[in-house]
């Protein structure tokens, strides 16, 4: 069982940077494909970026590639997700989440969630 924890969302301006962390409990963390999710108001949840559990490979919507970078910190049982360059549309709540397979984009395949932080880029 791995319960996760995000932290760092916050206000930013349009054209910022902001770092999310997520951690995780439970002896296990290393052994999970990690990610982030993102739901701006009125849509669906949508896949953002993961990172395998050894942390080698990552794997990156096309909407924020090249913008957003997910590390992790096995030692730590802590995910990152470094989102720069940020815009408006990026505006959301952001999941942390862990799952079995690497990479996947569907929200399904994802056991653990965690409870969201809000992340919102002003104009």
């Known amino acids: 069982q791995v319960q996760l924890e995000e932290s760092g969302g916050g206000l930013v301006q349009d054209g910022g940077s902001l770092k999310l962390s997520c951690a995780a409990s439970g002896p296990t963390f290393s052994s999970y494909a990690m990610g982030w999710f993102r739901q701006a108001p009125g849509k669906e949840r949508e896949f953002v970026l993961a990172?395998?559990?050894?942390?080698?490979?990552?794997y990156s919507a096309d909407s924020v590639r090249g913008r957003f970078s997910i590390s992790r910190d096995n030692a730590k049982n802590t995910v990152y997700l470094q989102m720069r360059s940020l815009k408006p549309e990026d505006t959301a709540v952001y999941y942390c989440?862990?799952?079995?397979?690497?990479?996947?984009?569907?929200?399904?395949?994802?056991?653990?969630w965690g409870q969201g932080t809000q992340v919102t880029v002003s104009s």
């Open positions: 990172i395998s559990p050894t942390g080698g490979n990552t």
């Open positions: 989440v862990g799952g079995r397979r690497f990479p996947v984009t569907a929200a399904w395949e994802y056991e653990y």
